[in-house]
């Protein structure tokens, strides 16, 4: 059941009105639901208890302190992809052993971050990047553990900018190439080999292709164990999708889909490894958080015009970049519906580009001044917003039962340019 819903002719987020937060907030404003959170992540975690699984959220969907404190404390792990991330992650009373970090570019520095932390693993995308963690862990004289990212070379069947296990894509290591690689990285004196992962890509509504990955991983861990590489931990990345209310079929439910991986690791140890575990990971984003999120913004002007009604909002690209990046369908609903009849507008933000659109071609009855929710706006949304036209970066607000709570206050203009200095 959605934690989003209407009272008495009022949108809630759970027992909390969400006019309420506007008029202390303000607006736009990001409200996410802990219970909604809670839900998804338990929805990972519980068929995985009492076995060696680990969830290890990929904080780069959201990454506000208070939503990364509430997943340690229910013992999730994170997958990062900077060095940045990996301090947020210990900010928030993470456990750093608990962390994978994934990502094509790894600096120096962030390596010798991640080694000086602890680490559960580096996810390892190409073999200048083996050599770069070897050098360093020997340089301070740790060991490295790895995992190769291997592009299964799947379809994903999702819009191309977030497919990223395909040949062409600058993710991961190809699965042709995937043997000599790991042979390279065990030939490597300060690495320890440790795992495989992969991430085909996101917004996957179906779970076959990521079945299919699975295969293919337990293929190469088998060809692996052939040549005297055993693995401990198999990563089957994230992607699962989440209903952004476009009507298109419903994604698969998290339970089943993780259920169903348990189900083809087991038969397989049982087959050819006599039931002995392996450890499974699993770096979810979008369907831990995405549908604990809405965006709330007021309308400022309607604008009738000769081909378009333009409904113009607070909110804008810089505050949620999906629409204009991804022509992304969201699902935006009015926080107290009116009666009476509807117009068809586009919902434009401040922005000077013609790129600053949140939705189109909607429905609404709106009049200034109302409250609109943007749906499902809890992943990708605050963590890609920006400051572009000096615009601050908006609040983020957490429900909890029938109280809420800033959980990151809203930026001021003066914060936006006091790192900048004059020359004269
Ligand atoms: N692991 C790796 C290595 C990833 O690259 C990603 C996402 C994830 C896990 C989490 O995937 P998820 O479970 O969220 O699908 N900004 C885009 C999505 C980009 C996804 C990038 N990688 C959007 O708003 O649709």
Redesign the pocket.
């Known amino acids: 059941m959605s934690q989003f819903s209407y009272q008495d002719g009022v949108l809630h987020a759970e027992g909390v009105a969400l006019p309420a937060i506007a008029e202390q907030f303000g607006t736009p404003t990001y409200v996410y639901s802990k219970a909604q959170l809670l839900q998804n992540f338990r929805g990972y975690a519980a068929p995985g208890k009492g076995r060696d699984a680990l969830v290890c959220y ?1 904080m ?2 959201n990454s506000n302190l208070a939503i990364l404190d509430i997943l340690a404390r229910e013992g999730a792990g994170f ?1 990062i ?1 900077s060095g940045g991330e990996l301090l947020r992650v210990i900010a928030a009373g993470g456990d750093p052993g608990k962390v994978i970090f ?2 094509v570019g790894k600096t120096v520095a962030e390596i010798e971050l991640a080694l000086d932390k602890g680490i559960l693993c580096f ?1 390892v995308e190409s073999i200048p990047e083996l050599h770069r963690i070897n050098e360093v862990a020997g340089r301070i004289k740790k060991r490295a553990p790895v995992s190769l ?1 291997v592009n299964p070379n799947v379809d994903p069947k999702t ?1 191309p ?2 497919a ?1 296990g395909l040949k062409a894509s600058k ?1 991961g290591v190809a699965f042709s190439d995937a043997l000599d690689t790991y042979r390279a990285a065990s030939a490597l004196p300060h690495l320890d080999v440790v795992g495989i ?1 992969c ?1 085909i ?4 509504l179906d779970d076959a292709p990521l079945l299919e990955a699975l295969d293919k991983l337990i293929e190469l861990i088998d060809t692996l164990a052939g040549e005297g590489i055993h693995l401990h931990h198999l990563d089957v ?5 989440i209903d952004y209310g476009t009507g298109d079929n419903a994604p698969v439910a998290i339970g089943d889909y993780v259920s169903r991986v348990f189900a083809r690791v087991d038969a397989w140890r049982a087959e050819k490894y006599e039931g002995k575990p392996i450890k499974v990971i699993f ?6 958080v ?1 549908n604990t999120g809405v965006l709330l913004m007021s309308v400022e002007f309607l604008k009738p015009g000769e081909e378009k009604n333009f409904c113009v909002i607070d909110a804008a690209m810089n505050d949620m ?2 629409p204009a ?2 022509q ?1 369908w969201m699902d935006v609903k009015p926080v107290t519906p009116r009666a009476g009849s509807t117009v068809t507008y586009d919902l434009v933000g401040p922005v000077c580009e013609s790129g600053d659109w949140l939705a189109r071609d909607r429905e609404l009855a709106v009049e200034p001044g109302d409250l609109l929710a943007m749906m499902a706006a809890g ?2 949304g605050f963590t ?1 917003s920006s400051n572009y036209n000096t615009r601050g970066r908006v609040a983020e607000v957490l429900v909890d039962g029938d109280r809420f709570h800033l959980i990151r206050r809203r930026e001021t203009p003066e914060e936006l340019f006091a790192l900048e200095s004059i020359v004269r």
């Open positions: 990929a780069k969907a997958d992809v994934s990502g996810n990212r819009h900018y977030i990223t993710f992962d991430h890509g996101s917004q996957l990345g994230g992607g699962l999708g770096e979810p984003g979008r369907s831990i995405g970049a999906r990046l991804y992304a992943a990708y890609m």
